[in-house]
Structures are given as C-alpha cells and as structure tokens.
C-alpha cells in the first residue's frame, strides 16, 4: 500500500522560507514519479513541481526561481523547499506520486498522479 505524509507547512510572512517534506512508503522510490501540487479554496489542484522517473526536474512557471524539489531516496522522503513566499503561494501542498501511463509526460496534470498524500498548510501572510 502506497502512503504518503506530507509535513512541514506553516505561516510566514511575505518573502520568508518553508521547507515541506514527504515521507513515502510503499513505492519504489528512486523510479517513481513523484511531486508536489497546492490547491487554494475554490480553485483547481495545480502542479508545483515534479520529478519524473528518470529523475527530471519540471516546476510551474510561477514559481520557477523560488522553489526547489529535491529527493533523498535513502529515506524515502521528497522535499520542497520554497524561498521568496508570496501571499499567493497560500494553499494547501499536497505530495502526489505514481504516474498513469496514459498521462505521461503530463507531469504537473493532478489526474497523472495515483496517489495523494493528505496535504500540509501554506499561509503567506503580506
């Protein structure tokens, strides 16, 4: 069975740093794809940024720059480290691994993803 635990969100202020992390089980990490996503109220789930299986970094264009996913396969954990926070990037972060066939190469489309984790909170305050 296939968990993902999300943690690390929090509130800051505009401009500060927040480092989410992602503890998977169940997956065979290292050749999973696997990323991050948010979703603000009343809007759609959106990408953030994304590892395919072969390892390859894809980030939205909004926050390309300022966020940075990492993965450490060792502990089975994913990272998002997100400096430079805007009130904007206010949202709940969900991880999300294990793509469909049917959808690849649609790295930050949430209906590629299989698997969610139960999402962690981001409020950036201005």
């Known amino acids: 069975e296939v968990q993902l635990a999300e943690s690390g969100g929090g509130s800051v202020q505009a401009g500060g740093s927040l480092t989410l992390s992602c503890a998977a089980s169940g997956v065979t990490f290292s050749s999973f794809c696997m990323g991050w996503f948010r979703q603000a109220p009343g809007q759609e789930r959106e990408g953030v940024a994304t590892f395919d299986s072969n390892g390859l970094a894809t980030y939205a264009a909004s926050v390309k720059g300022r966020f940075t996913i990492s993965k450490d396969n060792a502990e089975n954990t994913l990272f998002l480290q997100m400096n430079s926070l805007k009130p904007e990037d206010t949202a709940m972060y969900y991880c999300?691994?294990?793509?469909?066939?049917?959808?690849?190469?649609?790295?930050?489309?949430?209906?590629?993803?299989?698997?969610w984790g139960q999402g962690t909170q981001v409020t950036v305050s201005s």
């Open positions: 999300a691994a294990g793509c469909r066939a049917e959808f690849y190469g649609a790295w930050l489309y949430a209906p590629t993803y299989n698997y």
